[in-house]
DNA sequence: CTTTGTAGTGTGAATATTCACTCACATAAA
DNA sequence: TTTATGTGAGTGAATATTCACACTACAAAG
């Protein structure tokens, strides 16, 4: 039901994202969604409610997307180092093949107003912190990763790791290698967990 | 000259800052400022040419007050680990006590639209960067922090740790007190770094 | 001391623009 | 006939900004 999604549906929120990538979550209004499908500005109401479904409908892909990658590591059964590598490498070329996804992560202060949205945004939060930091105890219970310091604070740091790497990336102008520069950082990581 | 501020304006600055830490950077209007001040709002244009103007000042205040935190611990000659610390002390007691920096921090996005707002992002980011990696540099040579890590990949990690900390803060509804909890954090990094 | 000019500050009304959203109507397919 | 989809015109609210006008403090000129 709700996550059954027509052709046009799916059409507004690549759109969207297209947008977002291009100049910013501001950018991203019912005039300009219409305009590029070539709509009229009504039309969008055909298939959303209003617009907040449609930031939703974004954050859900977002969701989807990213959570992934951390189910899978957290279903895998390799080595925890491997496992928080793997983290690493598929968000990186997951970013680097759809930028438009990292616009979505720092986009949060706009959800702020719509509880909502904040409120999806804090749950997708919690829950990737949530999953990457049983990945790490597990680590850590198998003598794979350091167990001197808590999991919740690597967890802190891995994430935040990652999230600042992006940052910068996106502020450069995506001037530089995402992949290939994230697994240098991805190395360093490493070098760090390890007992 | 361009630094001398007057006490209106200042009046605004701290206004924009109690609106944007009550209800977000999108709450910061002409409209809601003058309210607040008691004014009208065309009474705002006698102090501040637009509100890029008052946005590039919110952004100096930021900018000033981090600043002077990487500055007072690249002057020092302690420990690097302990300048460190002091870094993540400061900070998180800077923004228990304002916390109007932390929306301004997370509201990048916003400043996106803007050339000249989302120049200053970047340049204060890039400073606090380099700064951080100067301490880490030094530390390396004296042998206070680990060598087999590359400077700037440390500076990433301690900066991502440090953003993703607040950003748990805030999201929390800063239900907990950072600057004891950050503590714990702080030797969490501390206990990484050491050689 | 008084007049006059001026700079600084505040006001209320008006402006143009943008925004999300509505609605009566049209059309085509099933 | 019904359902899904699209349209064009329009609405109201919000936004930043402008402008002619008014008041005040204060200093220079008479």
Redesign the interface.
């Known amino acids: 039901m709700s996550t059954e999604i027509t052709e046009r549906q799916q059409e507004i929120i690549n759109v969207s994202l297209a947008l977002i990538t291009e100049?910013?979550?501001?950018s991203l209004t019912i005039k300009n969604l219409a305009k590029r499908i070539g709509f009229a500005e009504s039309a969008i109401y055909r298939h959303y409610e209003n617009k907040i479904q449609i930031l939703l409908a974004i954050l859900d892909f977002f969701k989807r997307n990213t959570e992934q990658l951390f189910s899978n590591q957290l279903n895998s059964n390799e080595n925890a180092l491997v496992r928080i590598e793997k983290l690493f490498v598929t968000h990186f070329r997951k970013f680097a093949n759809t930028p438009s996804l990292v616009?979505v992560i720092?986009?949060?202060?706009?959800f702020?107003?719509e509880k909502e949205l904040s409120t999806k945004?804090?749950e997708i939060?919690?829950l990737n912190?949530a999953s990457l930091t049983t990945i790490i105890k597990d680590g850590q219970q198998k003598g794979e990763i350091r167990n001197?310091?808590?999991a919740s604070?690597?967890a802190?740091?891995i994430?935040?790791?990652?999230?600042?790497?992006v940052?910068?990336w996106s502020?450069s102008n995506y001037s530089f290698n995402l992949e290939k520069k994230g697994n240098?950082?991805s190395n360093?990581?490493k070098?760090?967990l390890v007992p």
Chains 1, 2 share one sequence.
């Open positions: 100049s910013g979550i501001q616009a720092f986009s949060e202060e706009i702020r107003n945004v804090a939060m919690n912190i001197d310091i808590e604070h690597l802190t740091m994430l935040g790791s990652l999230r600042m790497f940052k910068q502020m240098e950082l360093s990581i070098t760090l």
